[in-house]
């Protein structure tokens, strides 16, 4: 034993590979320790965790180890320069993640004085002593060295054993990336998130990966010049659309918000699921008489999913054929966005979404693209149980934005984005309150009840937004980014839709995704030009009443009423009211029957091949104008181009920022106290915002009823479905089932809503007052309101039974010991007592309660 440990003390103090060893093994315990404290890469699991561990080995013995090409002193020296350049680089890296959550790029590093003046001017401020430590190591390293503990040795060590440790880190690598892509396919070529990266291969290759990225993109732009836009110019002069004049300018100085519903599909609206409506709100916004509702609107997204239908809806361009542009031109590219646009018409702008800022590259993208303010993860509360997914549940993230959205100076353009409808549809179960499909498939089944949290979550909005008056000078607009169910999925989408087959056909035409303008005064109608992301803008911008003659804009105003209606999909499919393309074979789009090539007429042939080519030409110029960056060769017209210099989305000076809106007169806010009115409360029945801290002392808790036999259960469910159905008004009154704790099928009776209801052996009274007693069969299911204590005989204890939502029935067992407010007068209402069901949408009435409590009803 202790002639292996002296061999192993040589090893490491007197041989050359020794040292490398010991410095691959320090660098990489090092870097461990920094992604698992300095930095946040979103690790979800076992396995996801080894591969951050282990990602660091294979740079380590790469880079040191072309230290040992060098002979003698100077292969110690070189080691040494190697590990404290990396070293740096990881240095830098927690620097610059603490203010930005993100990576240092090649962009960002030749840029390094902007860089230090977005750190906020001064590296003192973001800088902590423990971030020292990471060089730690390489002082170690030098100083047994320099007190020659560690001996150099001058003999050579020949090419093979360098090689040889190129070659292990290679396989090491080869390695590393084959479980990256076992736990994430397509990590490379659809680039979601910086973290993703670092995460799976390590800071050092990203590092390396963003730099050949760079390469490749500046080799392209360095090409291009200002005739390149000739084609593209002529191309769009030749395809504008004159406005609609009923249309132009209706929104003309109102505040926008831009509502953005993560993987929702068309197919949704007024879908019933087993007679159940999946999304009621989001069919009335639909169906409102001030909407102007699209149901041939389409996706047109590619691999860049989410950040494809932001390219499109905010400039006109299409992402591109593979991968993200937002990812990799986002924050190099000129572009003439939206946020951009309106700026320069005095809009204040802003995007809000709760899930990480460098998630498809934003954080980068959003300067490029002109938004005065970034709101992210960092903004709202950390609070692990508001999280599921992406990022910040759908209720609480719209909740938590309003105070955000009110400090805006007006008029303002503002984009929301929900995750919580994001794919595989999981979701907390205590936010559900629908249940699942049955198609067997895990993932399609639960799509209808994620897509309920989102509609209720937008349900809660609109009732903010009515009720604070925002409503009034704001146009919204909700449009679905994406498909949320893929092709894979075609067995269960069938017995979803109760089809008896879905095709290529079918599949295309499922690309349908929401686009609702709402906006009170609106002349509204369901539209049925066939249109799809690319054409948003130019639609928006006509309603604002903004000059859209000389934009570079792809997309057409669908309100034109001449618009060419050709949908172009990214992998070359097509629809038109008239034709679809679908995997290389043509259907007839109203009647999906297939046009065989030998049955073609030329009339259909050449219309066939004439839109074919129009949509190769569409997306082909799309991307030059991307690839090339050839908006910086355009001057717009009365339009000033972005400065990214000028924009910062860091919590430090997005507070400067809000102070400065704070003193704005024409923020909603200001408006409203200035007219002094008093702040609408945001309701909302995410359970995670009603706790036990929330709740008056008064609320408790009612447990499944577990001593009703089968035929006493029924029964209760009678009395309340009997009751509501006769009685119940709007769900404002409701009804309490009381019973002794023993129950015998006698001692069954009924307190109802303005009625006394009594018992001869336990005497109970509910008393007249109806702006207290609050039930609500699909809420708080039980509120012994106006109940007073000498109305009840308190000798032996009873049982209040209450039927939910989800068709349990529920129990409270009260007695005197646990019933301490009951109702003593209209002047000490906070004393009544409460039993909810534990139900998630129970809490919306929680809060209804406390604010009749609040004013005094």
Not at 380 to 408: V, W
Not at 621 to 637: C, H, K, T
Request: neutral net charge.
């Amino acid at each position: 034993m202790n002639q292996i440990l002296s061999n192993i003390k040589t090893f490491f103090l007197n041989k050359r590979l020794g040292f490398y060893f010991l410095a691959v093994i320090l660098y990489v315990i090092k870097t461990d320790l920094t992604y698992l404290t300095k930095f946040s890469l979103g690790v979800q699991n076992s396995f996801q965790q080894i591969i951050m561990l282990i990602n660091p080995i294979a740079a380590a013995l790469f880079l040191l180890g072309i230290g040992l090409f060098f002979k003698g002193r100077k292969s110690y020296i070189v080691i040494l320069i190697i590990d404290f350049l990396l070293t740096t680089l990881l240095f830098a890296n927690i620097l610059y993640y603490r203010e930005f959550s993100d990576f240092l790029t090649i962009e960002i590093i030749s840029k390094s004085s902007q860089t230090a003046s977005g750190l906020g001017g001064s590296i003192s401020g973001i800088f902590k002593v423990s971030d020292l430590l990471v060089y730690t190591d390489f002082v170690v390293l030098l100083l047994l060295l320099l007190t020659k503990v560690i001996k150099m040795n001058p003999k050579s060590i020949g090419k093979r054993q360098p090689f040889t440790c190129l070659v292990v880190a290679t396989a090491f690598f080869c390695a590393n990336l084959s479980m990256a892509y076992t736990d994430r396919s397509g990590l490379l070529t659809r680039t979601f998130d910086n973290n993703y990266i670092v995460k799976y291969l390590g800071l050092n290759f990203f590092t390396g990966y963003n730099a050949f990225r760079a390469h490749e993109t500046n080799a392209v732009r360095s090409k291009a010049n200002v005739s390149d836009l000739t084609s593209v110019t002529q191309y769009l002069d030749q395809h504008r659309v004159p406005a609609n004049p009923e249309y132009f300018g209706k929104a003309k100085g109102k505040n926008v918000i831009i509502f953005h519903l993560e993987s929702f599909q068309q197919f949704l609206i007024d879908f019933k699921y087993k007679g159940k409506v999946v999304t009621p709100n989001l069919n009335a916004l639909y169906h409102n008489p001030n909407s102007i509702s699209f149901d041939n609107f389409f996706n047109q997204v590619g691999e860049g999913k989410t950040s494809d239908a932001e390219m499109m809806l905010e400039n006109s361009l299409f992402g591109l054929p593979s991968g993200s542009a937002m990812q990799l031109y986002g924050g190099e590219n000129t572009f003439n966005a939206a946020p951009a646009i309106l700026s320069q018409h005095n809009y204040t702008t802003a995007s809000l979404h709760g899930g990480n800022s460098s998630f498809w590259n934003r954080d980068s993208t959003y300067k490029s693209w002109g938004y005065d303010m970034f709101v992210s993860k960092s903004f709202y509360p950390q609070n692990k149980d508001y999280y599921h997914g992406y990022g910040l549940k759908d209720k609480i993230f719209l909740k938590d934005s309003i105070p955000y959205l009110e400090e805006l100076p007006q008029p303002f353009y503002a984009k929301l984005i929900t995750v919580s409808n994001h794919y595989a549809f999981d979701f907390d179960k205590k936010d559900l309150t629908i249940g699942r499909s049955d198609t067997g498939d895990p993932t399609v089944d639960g799509y209808i009840q994620t897509a309920r949290y989102l509609d209720e979550a937008v349900g809660e909005f609109m009732n903010w937004f009515h009720q604070s008056g925002m409503s009034k000078n704001t146009l919204i607009a909700f449009y679905g980014d994406h498909y949320g169910i893929s092709d894979n999925h075609k067995p269960a989408i069938r017995k979803l839709l109760g089809r008896k087959s879905f095709g290529e056909f079918d599949d295309v035409q499922f690309q349908r995704v929401p686009l609702i303008i709402y906006s009170e005064g609106l002349p509204g109608k369901i539209d049925h030009t066939y249109g799809g992301e690319i054409d948003f803008l130019p639609t928006l911008l006509g309603l604002m009443g903004i000059d859209n003659t000389k934009t570079l804009q792809f997309g057409q105003d669908l309100l034109s009423g001449k618009s060419n209606q050709i949908v172009a999909q990214r992998n070359g499919n097509f629809v038109t009211p008239k034709y679809t393309k679908a995997k290389g074979k043509y259907y007839l789009t109203k009647t999906g029957e297939h046009i065989g090539s030998d049955e073609e007429t030329d009339t259909e042939k050449e219309e066939l091949s004439n839109l074919t080519n129009a949509v190769t030409t569409q997306l082909s110029l799309s991307d030059r104008v991307i690839q090339r960056d050839l908006l910086r060769f355009y001057d717009l017209p009365n339009f000033k181009k972005v400065d990214r210099s000028k924009y910062s989305y860091t919590k430090k000076n997005a507070t400067k920022l809000l102070a400065k809106f704070a003193n704005s007169p024409t923020s909603f806010k200001n408006q409203r106290e200035n007219l002094g009115l008093t702040d609408i409360p945001y309701l909302t029945d995410a359970p995670e915002l009603i706790n036990k801290n929330d709740r008056p002392n008064n609320m408790l808790a009612a447990t499944p009823a577990t001593n009703l036999s089968p035929e006493n259960k029924t029964k209760v469910v009678e009395e309340f479905n009997n009751w509501f159905a006769t009685q119940a008004s709007d769900n404002k009154m409701g009804l309490m089932v009381f019973a002794p704790l023993n129950l015998t099928d006698e001692s069954f009776y009924q307190s109802s809503f303005g009625k006394i209801g009594s018992n001869p052996e336990y005497p109970i009274h509910l008393l007249e007052n109806p702006l207290i007693t609050y039930y609500s069969k699909s809420g708080i299911t039980g509120l012994a309101a106006d109940v007073n204590q000498d109305d009840i005989d308190f000798a032996k204890p009873f049982t209040a039974y209450l039927l939910a939502d989800d068709g349990n029935v529920y129990q409270a067992d009260i007695s005197k010991q646990n019933f301490p407010g009951v109702y003593n007068g209209i002047t000490n209402p906070e004393n009544q007592l409460v039993y909810y069901t534990p139900l998630p949408h129970t809490s919306k009435l929680f809060l209804k309660y406390q604010d009749l409590i609040k004013n005094g009803h």
